[in-house]
């Protein structure tokens, strides 16, 4: 079994901040973790994923996520908000070889 | 080049039709999905193909179909249209090597409106 969950609907947080996105995921086995973004009227797109070695991954356009085993997390985060990455993010699961199963999404707003 | 393209991308029709979505990658992708996003924007996954195995989502009404007429195309036939239908569907696809989970592409997206 895979779940994943994201605790907050919104994020809130002013240009040039650091932002944090909150997610914990439970599987029976060694995860496969990623994160995808989703823009208005847009398809998502994939920013990082997680499958082994360093805990900190780095993906597209700054945004990192560092993998915790012990707390069962993968927060995404990046070190200084753009307000041009307002938008919908998603937190995802996979045990090897599974299809991925997604969080609820988390809206993230960047205020100028 | 779009990756992973879908038609319509916007679909209004009335209850009780039957409509189809066509999904089409050109990345040479071995397996493709269709995810379901409703109102509240949660992904549900629907189906899970390649040249090998169909993994249907158990909760999903048998009035949803895919069909595959090659490796590059997925499609998605519904019958008998109702109202909670009603939402964007994606498509998607990656290329996972045995025992890996791939990151996935996904289309822009179907909206489907049944009045």
């Known amino acids: 079994a895979q779940s994943v969950a994201q605790p907050e609907d919104q994020v809130n947080v002013a240009e040039g901040n650091p932002l944090t996105v909150k997610c914990t995921y439970s599987v029976s086995g060694n995860p496969y973790l990623f994160w995808y973004v989703q823009y208005p009227n847009r398809g998502l797109q994939f920013l990082l994923k997680?499958?082994?070695?360093?805990?900190l991954v780095k993906g597209s356009y700054g945004f990192e996520a560092e993998f915790n085993k012990s707390q069962t997390s993968f927060h995404l985060k990046k070190p200084s908000a753009l307000v041009s990455d307002s938008a919908l993010y998603f937190c995802?699961?996979?045990?090897?070889?599974?299809?991925?199963?997604f969080g609820r999404g988390t809206s993230l707003i960047v205020h100028p | 080049d779009t990756a992973v393209s879908q038609t319509p991308k916007y679909l209004v029709t009335q209850m009780g039709n039957d409509k189809s979505i066509k999904c089409e990658q050109n990345?040479?992708?071995?397996?493709m999905y269709w995810y379901k996003q409703d109102s509240k924007k949660f992904l549900k996954i629907m189906f899970s193909y390649n040249n090998k195995e169909l993994i249907i989502n158990e909760t999903v009404p048998n009035r949803f179909s895919p069909k595959s007429p090659d490796k590059a195309h997925l499609n998605l036939h519904i019958n008998s249209l109702e109202l909670g239908d009603s939402a964007v569907y994606f498509c998607a696809s990656s290329h996972p090597r045995t025992g890996d989970t791939g990151e996935l592409f996904f289309g822009e997206g179907s909206r489907l409106t049944v009045l």
């Open positions: 995802a699961v996979a045990l090897g070889g599974y299809i991925p199963t």
């Open positions: 990345l040479g992708h071995d397996t």
């Open positions: 997680y499958i082994t070695g360093d805990n």
